[in-house]
């Protein structure tokens, strides 16, 4: 492994993981830099303010990671982490939009900053330009799963928005929303790095199932921040799925086990405000529905490390598997018990 560099300010001292990707992430950075540039005068302190607040651009990590050789990061994954890292902060502009929230990455989300009007074409911008930078590659074949990815995130989202208020969604339906918003871009982000990694097709399809399932478990560990996590750390606003109807995995799993009198005199108690975000997360740990939420979520990345396990030869088999590791420990400071 290469000596480590000097801090970045986007990782921790703890995440040495990710020591290794501080040369990919500076590049990262300069790219999405430059990017600012391309957009009217007008338009430009809004992407730069966009592309500032980073999170833990764990989409760029899959790209570089599954891509990974030991070398320095080549202009093509740099590119290809750019357009994953610009779709995801367009779903984001969108998602504060449509959730009222007010914080993202700790500070003032875009709508909270410029409007609604404003942020809403934001976000069409950012999705155009990452579009625009796929006809870069001399394939369309990064055009085409990009362009499927974001079909797939915004359809998740319409499908989400329909479903709100829908406590008769099924686990199932669920699971396909949450496939479809969230765990697409992951694959999306391992397929892209897989491309570029010169390994074969089989590789391919293990890391596409990676993502995908890493995707999944990331979701269900969202879901339950924000019912159990902490603001501060998390970075964001919590509470804001129950506050607008939306009926993930914790809420799901609790309810579905309630006999009928007492599910719809809890149902009428959050509708009408009487049940506030404490006292329905006091519910669902003493109901044992967050524990549930965890099992789950570990059964996600059981199937992640089972889609890898096959390459364990290649060079980025034990970065993907410190990832899995990673998002557990996420997992592991929720006050679930």
Avoid at 34 to 59: I, N, S, W
Avoid at 202 to 220: H, N, P, T
């Amino acid at each position: 492994m290469p000596e480590t560099p000097k801090p970045y300010p986007g990782l921790r001292a703890t995440d040495s993981l990710l020591a290794p990707l501080i040369p990919h992430m500076r590049a990262l950075d300069a790219f999405l830099d430059a990017q600012v540039g391309e957009f009217e005068p007008a338009v430009r302190d809004l992407v730069r303010y966009t592309f500032g607040h980073r999170g833990k651009r764990l989409r760029p990590v899959l790209v570089f990671f599954a891509g990974w050789d030991g070398d320095e990061p080549s202009a093509d994954l740099v590119r290809a982490a750019a357009i994953v890292e610009m779709v995801h902060l367009a779903t984001l502009v969108h998602d504060d939009i449509l959730d009222g929230a007010s914080i993202r990455h700790s500070s003032q989300t875009a709508d909270a900053r410029y409007g609604s009007h404003a942020a809403v074409l934001l976000g069409d911008a950012l999705f155009a330009q990452a579009l625009k930078l796929t006809a870069d590659f001399p394939t369309v074949e990064v055009c085409r799963v990009v362009a499927t990815a974001l079909r797939d995130v915004c359809s998740g989202e319409i499908c989400q928005t329909f479903a709100r208020g829908d406590d008769a969604l099924s686990l199932d339906a669920y699971r396909r929303i949450i496939k479809m918003k969230t765990a697409d871009l992951f694959e999306v982000s391992c397929l892209l790095g897989a491309m570029y990694s010169g390994r074969g097709g089989d590789y391919r399809l293990a890391c596409a199932e990676f993502g995908s399932r890493l995707g999944v478990a990331y979701q269900i560990f969202d879901d339950l921040a924000d019912f159990v996590g902490d603001a501060g750390k998390i970075g964001k606003t919590l509470g804001t799925d129950l506050a607008s109807g939306k009926f993930t995995l914790p809420l799901l799993l609790w309810l579905n086990n309630l006999p009928q009198e007492r599910r719809a005199a809890e149902l009428a108690a959050i509708r009408s405000g009487a049940l506030d975000v404490e006292a329905v997360a006091a519910r669902l740990r003493e109901s044992g529905a967050l524990r549930a939420c965890r099992e789950n979520f570990l059964a996600e990345l059981a199937a992640a490390e089972a889609a890898i396990a096959p390459h364990k030869d290649a060079p980025s088999a034990p970065y993907l598997a410190a990832l899995i590791a990673f998002v557990r420990a996420q997992m592991e400071r929720l006050p679930v018990d």
